[in-house]
């Protein structure tokens, strides 16, 4: 299970220290958190492109759209109960649970139950192991 939210505390750590978009990115005053349910082994997350064809499992160009995510910003793999998370270049990067140090590009970093995943200005997915 994937849920989506607006991440307050993780949006004043990007503007404090300036990052890219910083001053085209603005807070949400209403962001409904979203639950997806995970299905297959390569999930992607981004915003949906009709004019470049995306469509990414996870889109994250729902309004209110953080316009710090990249449309095709990165992946999760899902291999028997390991879970990864690939930045796929994105402009802005990848950081998990509040570090500010962003995951290298193209680089699978393992994530467990539990762990935050932090993309665009904004944006906090949160990964959880349910049964459904």
Same mark, same amino acid.
């Given at each position: 299970?994937?849920? =989506?939210?607006?991440?307050?505390?993780? /949006?004043?750590?990007?503007?404090?220290?300036?990052?890219?978009?910083?001053?085209?990115?603005?807070?949400?005053?209403? /962001?409904?958190?979203? *639950? !997806? =349910?995970?299905?297959? +082994?390569?999930?992607?997350?981004?915003?949906?492109?009709?004019?470049?064809? @995306?469509?990414?499992? !996870?889109?994250?160009?729902?309004?209110?759209?953080? %316009?710090?995510? $990249? *449309?095709?910003?990165?992946?999760?793999? =899902?291999?028997?109960?390991?879970?990864? %998370?690939?930045?796929?270049? $994105?402009? +802005?990067?990848? $950081?998990?649970?509040?570090?500010?140090?962003?995951?290298?590009?193209? %680089?699978?970093?393992?994530?467990?139950?539990?762990?935050? =995943?932090? @993309?665009?200005?904004?944006?906090? !997915?949160?990964?959880? *192991?349910?049964?459904?």
């Amino acid at each position: 299970m994937a849920t =989506i939210s607006a991440d307050r505390e993780f /949006y004043d750590r990007v503007i404090a220290r300036k990052g890219p978009d910083a001053d085209q990115v603005g807070f949400p005053p209403f /962001y409904p958190e979203r *639950r !997806i =349910i995970l299905r297959g +082994n390569d999930i992607s997350v981004g915003k949906r492109s009709v004019s470049q064809g @995306l469509t990414p499992d !996870i889109d994250l160009g729902i309004a209110p759209a953080d %316009v710090g995510v $990249s *449309r095709t910003h990165a992946v999760l793999h =899902i291999d028997g109960d390991a879970l990864t %998370v690939t930045d796929l270049g $994105s402009t +802005n990067g990848t $950081s998990v649970n509040g570090s500010d140090d962003l995951i290298p590009a193209k %680089v699978p970093v393992a994530l467990r139950s539990g762990d935050r =995943i932090h @993309l665009g200005g904004w944006t906090t !997915i949160v990964f959880t *192991r349910e049964q459904v």
